[in-house]
């Protein structure tokens, strides 16, 4: 099997595994991340292509927060169905280094990158988690979790290390505070960076407009 067919295949399986989810991590979270993946590696260096997209696609495959936790679903995922295709060991070592990788993991987790692929799929997914797409990702996942938009009298927490982070249920508005401010600061590219520069100022202008329809000021 060619490069194209392995990532062709890929994508048709990831499709026909998350049509329909209701979280926002549906496949049109992952075409979404492939495609800024590609953008993005267009102005980076030397960056395998194979092994950026089949990370891309794969990256959500088993995501631990939709099993209790646990970080090695998704690598392991990933290796069974590369395996299945006979991918190469070093593209599926690679891809899985990227997945484990790829989370955010609360404000005190830093979540560094070792491979220009993986920096590159990083800041794809999170570019996906800000501007308007982010805003409606993030209140599909809080209503799949069945929380509340917003409690004034709940304020935001700064998660000093992952388990904190993955037991927090919180109000939606919080994970603005918890995760989504915060990730302009921490992309890798000078694409991403760009990017996220105009998705963060969004956030923003919705947080301002928010408060102020909640407070009958508009
Ligand atoms: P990451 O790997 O960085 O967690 P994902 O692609 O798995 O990124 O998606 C994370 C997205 O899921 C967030 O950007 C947000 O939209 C949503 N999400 C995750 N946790 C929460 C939460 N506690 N409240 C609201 N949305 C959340
Ligand atoms: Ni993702």
New binding site residues.
């Given amino acids: 099997m060619n490069d194209d067919q392995l990532i062709n295949q890929t994508a048709d399986f990831v499709k026909a595994k998350f049509e329909g989810e209701g979280s926002?991590?549906d496949w049109w979270?992952m075409y979404r991340v492939w495609q800024l993946s590609k953008t993005i590696a267009a102005d980076e260096k030397a960056a395998d292509m194979l092994v950026v997209e089949l990370a891309a696609l794969l990256h959500?495959i088993a995501?631990w927060?939709f099993h209790d936790g646990d970080l090695e679903a998704g690598p392991k995922a990933a290796r069974d169905w590369l395996e299945s295709q006979n991918a190469d060991e070093a593209t599926i070592v690679a891809v899985e280094t990227i997945i484990r990788k790829?989370?955010?993991k609360g404000a005190g987790e830093s979540t560094p990158m070792s491979s220009p692929e993986g920096r590159i799929v990083q800041d794809a997914?999170?570019l996906?988690?800000l501007g308007a797409i982010?805003i409606a990702?993030?209140f599909a996942?809080?209503g799949s979790k069945g929380?509340p938009l917003y409690d004034p009298g709940v304020k935001p927490e700064s998660h000093a290390d992952f388990a904190a982070y993955s037991s927090?249920a919180?109000p939606?508005i919080n994970?603005f505070y918890e995760?989504?401010l915060l990730l302009k600061a921490r992309m890798n590219t000078d694409t991403g960076k760009r990017l996220a520069e105009q998705r963060h100022r969004y956030l923003e202008n919705f947080l301002d407009e928010f408060y102020a329809e909640w407070d009958g000021e508009r």
């Fill in positions: 926002g991590h979270h959500d995501d927060k790829v989370s955010f997914d999170r996906d988690a982010g990702r993030t996942y809080g929380r927090s919180g939606t994970h995760k989504l």
